[in-house]
């Protein structure tokens, strides 16, 4: 060994070594599919997403009405529906109804029929993400930029960076049921979205809007109990760096949801009723007509008229 090489290693070195472990440990099984392949395309896809829905496509609409996209809209929902209700059948049927264990299940990267199942089903949730980026380029056309929030982008460009990665390397096992999970609500979601692009005769019917934040709050909730027992259990075979993984974002989720609905539907409540209240408390001083304020108005128009109090006053 020549001693004028230094042991220690570099930084080319560890950068060498996360990338053999990445590209020694992806999935065979999928790493031919659509999109699953180099992450090159995805990522170019979410920077035109991003480019688009935050500074191109604000400018272009800036001085344009707005597009009427209702019939798009109807028909795009509607897509997402079926989609999302055959994502939760293929999930639960694809491991678990009978196959998958809560507490701890492994990938199983088989080729054996449900191993399969299940692998496509990751890949379908995978590629719903990417359509799903839709649906800020919708608000953009729409102008409800204020619906470009940065929870809303933020879900949209992590869901399909999480996709790829699970198709990538984890294509079944314990973190799978996140996307059973997500796609139940996200049915919910769009059936919601699909019913109010029918206009106002059906909008009147959608009461129950912020209930659908609470059932991302407690969507989130389950994914966090369901992936922070794995690094409880020593003999558990799915990698607990992305069970950590995955705790930690369902807790950001949970934070930043939270958040969202305190703002959008308990403080805006509470400042409504405040308003309300307000108001009628000035209508009542402005109807009232207390005697001794009518008197002290009289004696000053008497005094001001003939220079005396007049006694009956």
Known sequence: ??????????????????????????????????LSGSITPLIMILVTYLYFCLYAGPRYMAK??????????????????????????????????????????????????????????VWMY????????LDTV????????????????????????CGFIG???FAGGHGTLLGVIN?????????????AAMGPKVQKYLWWKRYLTVMQIVQF??????????????????????????????????YMFSSFYVHSYIRKSNSASKRIAKTGEENNNQLECKPKDAVEANTRSAVEATGEVKKDL
Not at 19 to 33: A, C, G, L, S, Y
Not at 126 to 133: D, F, G, H, I, P
Not at 183 to 195: D, E, G, N, P, R
Not at 228 to 250: D, E, H, M, R, W
């Open 138 to 161: 919708f608000f953009v056309l729409r102008k409800k930029q204020n619906q470009v929030s940065f929870l809303h982008v933020y879900h949209h460009t992590l869901m399909p960076v």
């Open 167 to 169: 198709v990538k390397y």
């Open 126 to 133: 995978y590629m719903c993400k990417v359509v799903e980026l």
């Open 183 to 195: 796609s139940f609500i996200h049915v919910c979601m769009y059936a919601y979205y699909m019913l």
């Open 1 to 34: 060994m020549n001693p004028d090489v230094i042991s220690e290693p570099t930084s080319n070195g560890i950068l060498d070594r996360v990338v053999k472990f990445f590209v020694d440990n992806q999935d065979e099984r999928t790493k031919e599919w659509f």
């Open 64 to 121: 344009r009405k707005p597009f009427k996209l209702e019939n798009v809209l109807i028909a795009y929902n509607a897509v997402q529906v079926l989609l999302s209700i055959v994502l939760v059948y293929e999930g639960i049927e694809g491991g678990w109804r009978k196959h998958y264990n809560y507490s701890c299940q492994p990938v199983d990267y088989s080729r054996n029929p449900v191993a399969m199942r299940m692998a496509r089903a």
């Open 221 to 254: 909730i389950i994914v966090f109990f369901h992936t922070v027992q794995v690094q409880f259990q020593p003999t558990c075979g799915y990698p607990k760096s992305i069970a950590a993984l995955l705790t930690l974002n369902a807790g950001l989720f949970i």
